[in-house]
């Protein structure tokens, strides 16, 4: 009876973990398609380049590495799938790859938001995005290489182990974490961490008086009116939300992964799952993380979905009813080609000005 039990629970865990695991695959699909769309339809975005690169990234590995983890991964997979050694090197190559082509891109980004905010007047110590973007996919490029230089798959009856956590890498799992994890994090710590300090700086400079504005006078009221609130606030606590919510969701998602791969193959193959789809999640955040939150990218969002749906009718006001609204349309002059007075249709007195509360000088 403990047995059956025991079975049960592990069963429902598995099933839940299946059902997140593909709320986080349509997620990503989903996410990154629409922030892709957008980006790529508003041409004075900031920044743009390294947005539809994040998602491009993002589209990859939820288009390659996710569906392996969804079918030949142990649970929350179905694990009925069993890939081949080239198979199976092939998804180690793409996880190593497309795993560091997303940390050290988002570091890309918040470098350039960095630049963008604390030095807007000096245009020329940006290095330009596509030679930035190069670098992160030579860099990405030779980290996937290090899976190919490690041990060979293991033969069928044994469980294949193609991920980077069970061995994929060997020896350079410790160089591979640090590249992949560790170097993005501190840029990405250095860049928002500079972005708060600029923003708490801001917040806390006192305002400038305006030219011509009269002197406080000295007298109680004056006085009470310069005293601080009664609930004192954090300054730059606003600025400090996007700096927060982007370094804690890398923490969140990387650090057990970056972590793991610094254990042990055999003990982090135990976890293998959990820390795997944990990471994963990062790929449905980004687009909520560095599109909604950003208020250019909600303007943008908006007015493409404005476009989209269709407009409601056009309803004839009450003033198109007005005597001199009638006036006006009868006297205006008409859109259409001259005619000559011969070609002029007969009208009845009746039915002269049955169309003018329609039209558009009417309303």
Request: with cysteine; charged share 10%; hydrophobic share 50%.
């Amino acid at each position: 009876m403990a047995n059956s039990t025991g079975l049960n629970t592990s069963e429902v865990a598995g099933s839940v973990g299946l059902i997140l695991a593909a709320v986080v695959e349509v997620g990503a699909l989903l996410g990154n398609s629409a922030l892709l769309v957008v980006v790529l339809r508003t041409p004075g975005l900031r920044d743009a380049l390294y947005l539809a690169h994040l998602c491009v990234v993002d589209l990859l590995a939820a288009a390659s590495i996710m569906p392996l983890g969804l079918l030949a991964a142990p649970p929350p997979g179905l694990g009925h799938v069993r890939l081949g050694p080239a198979p199976c090197r092939a998804a180690r190559f793409l996880s190593a790859a497309l795993l560091p082509a997303c940390t050290l891109g988002v570091a890309a980004l918040g470098l350039a938001r960095y630049r963008l905010i604390v030095h807007p007047l000096r245009p020329g110590s940006r290095p330009p995005p596509v030679l930035v973007l190069t670098a992160v996919w030579a860099a990405a490029g030779l980290l996937g290489a290090l899976s190919l230089l490690g041990p060979p798959p293991a033969p069928p009856p044994a469980p294949a182990r193609c991920s980077v956590l069970a061995g994929g890498l060997g020896p350079f799992r410790p160089l591979w974490a640090l590249l992949a994890f560790a170097l993005p994090a501190l840029l990405l710590l250095g860049a928002y961490g500079g972005i708060f300090v600029v923003a708490r700086r801001a917040a806390l400079r006192p305002p400038r008086p305006a030219r011509g504005s009269r002197l406080r006078s000295d007298s109680l009221d004056s006085r009470l009116s310069i005293l601080p609130p009664l609930r004192p606030r954090l300054p730059g606590g606003k600025a400090a939300l996007a700096p927060a919510l982007a370094v804690g969701q890398f923490a969140a998602c990387w650090l057990p992964y970056g972590c793991a791969c610094l254990a042990p193959a055999a003990r982090a193959a135990e976890a293998e799952a959990a820390i795997t789809w944990v990471a994963y999640s990062a790929f449905a955040a980004h687009p909520f993380l560095y599109g909604l939150l950003q208020r250019p990218v909600r303007l943008a969002l908006g007015r493409l979905t404005r476009r989209a749906l269709p407009g409601p009718p056009r309803a004839c006001t009450p003033q198109a009813w007005h005597a001199r609204a009638l006036l006006q349309c009868l006297q205006r002059p008409p859109e259409g080609p001259t005619v000559g007075p011969s070609e002029v249709p007969e009208q009845t007195p009746d039915l002269a000005g049955v169309r003018c509360p329609s039209m558009p000088g009417a309303t």
